[in-house]
């Protein structure tokens, strides 16, 4: 079992920046390929970021490309979502997810479905006003 604790959500004007952490605990973080995801009011939880156990591979969905980053540290046992350029639409309740699923392209993108992910965090909640 593994626990995910998010922070660093909050209320920031658009253009704005704002930085997510994710910190686990319980087993190893580097077993682990990480990922954000998103839900909106009303709106299905959708894919926003992945990175691979190493942190070697990342991918993104196409509405942050260019203005999201994520990261690990793994010694901190740590996944970080670097939002920048913050636009109304990304209003949200972000959640990290931790993945023990094993693919042989050790790419991220194999890591953007729901079901890829085996724990979740609680969400924190990101604002975005115009």
């Known amino acids: 079992q593994v626990q995910l604790v998010e922070s660093g959500g909050g209320l920031v004007q658009a253009g704005g920046s704002l930085r997510l952490s994710c910190t686990t605990s319980g087993r190893t973080f580097s077993n682990y390929a990480m990922g954000w995801f998103r839900q909106a009011p009303g709106k299905e939880r959708e894919f926003v970021a992945s990175i691979t156990r190493s942190g070697g591979s990342t991918y993104f969905a196409d509405f942050v490309k260019g203005r999201f980053t994520i990261s690990r540290d793994n010694a901190k046992n740590t996944v970080y979502l670097q939002m920048n350029s913050l636009k109304p639409e990304d209003t949200a309740v972000y959640y990290c997810?931790?993945?023990?699923?094993?693919?042989?392209?050790?790419?991220?993108?194999?890591?953007?479905?729901?079901?890829?992910?085996?724990?979740w965090g609680q969400g924190t909640q990101v604002t975005v006003s115009s």
């Open positions: 997810a931790a993945s023990l699923k094993f693919t042989f392209s050790y790419l991220a993108s194999s890591y953007t479905g729901l079901a890829d992910y085996n724990y």
